[in-house]
């Protein structure tokens, strides 16, 4: 059974700082693996998919890298700004299936 | 180009009363997907549909909840005889027709059920 997994579970930092959110995940054959955003009583905004092939994605300020022999993931935000404070999940597409495998996520405070 | 809708946004329901929960997906894609997300807890899938048929519904609770997502209309979740345990964020994904590159996941804004 595959678990996801997200460290850590909270984070606060001053604006402008660069940061990484780490995933890891227990069985390495997946489909793809995509991080989303979840801000307060809202839904979930994909911000970057990795397919199982691939290194890395980039978008804007936000880079995810992808290892999957070692079931890691993390995501770079670069120069934070108190609009990126939401709480952050990762989630595993496996191999055969289709059901998204998410962690609990990382809620993030940046400070102004 | 709407993304996917959900209606109910809110839904307050007394113990033994019926939820009917609503998801419209993004125009073109015939894959619907629901999800749960219990308070303090990740989301967890709860079932996969196409037109007219389940997929997978491995992840829902064997009693009170079904799923069905009609030729015409939307997919509907249904609790029957809700309990407080039901009170979650319940979050519906639609995704194009399969083979298509990623096959990304996109979500909508969620119905949080609050059981009396």
């Known amino acids: 059974k595959q678990e996801v997994t997200q460290i850590p579970a909270a984070l606060s930092v001053p604006e402008g700082e660069n940061l990484v959110l780490n995933c890891s995940f227990t069985?390495?054959?997946?489909?793809?693996l995509q991080w989303f955003r979840q801000d307060p009583g809202k839904g979930l905004t994909s911000l970057l998919l990795i397919q199982s092939s691939q290194r890395e994605q980039t978008s804007g300020r936000l880079n995810a890298s992808l290892d999957k022999s070692s079931g890691r993931s993390t995501l770079y935000i670069a120069a934070s700004q108190p609009g990126d404070s939401a709480t952050y999940l990762c989630?595993?597409?496996?191999?055969?299936?289709?059901?998204?495998?998410f962690g609990k996520g990382t809620s993030l405070l940046v400070t102004p | 180009n709407a993304g996917v809708m959900q209606n109910p946004r809110h839904l307050v329901r007394r113990r033994g009363q019926e939820a009917r929960l609503r998801c419209s997906p993004m125009k073109g894609h015939s894959h619907v997907y629901w999800y749960r997300q219990l308070p303090e807890e990740g989301l967890k899938f709860m079932v996969y549909l196409q037109k007219e048929n389940i997929i997978d519904e491995s992840g829902m609770p064997k009693e009170r909840f079904s799923a069905e997502f009609p030729k015409e209309g939307p997919s509907i979740l249904r609790i029957q005889q809700v309990v407080r345990g039901d009170s979650a964020a319940y979050f519906c994904?639609?995704?194009?027709?399969?083979?298509?590159?990623?096959?990304?996941?996109?979500f909508g804004p969620g119905t949080r059920l609050t059981v009396l």
């Open positions: 069985d390495s054959a997946i489909y793809n």
């Open positions: 994904a639609s995704s194009p027709k399969t083979g298509v590159p990623y096959n990304e996941q996109f």
């Open positions: 989630a595993v597409r496996p191999d055969s299936g289709y059901a998204l495998n």
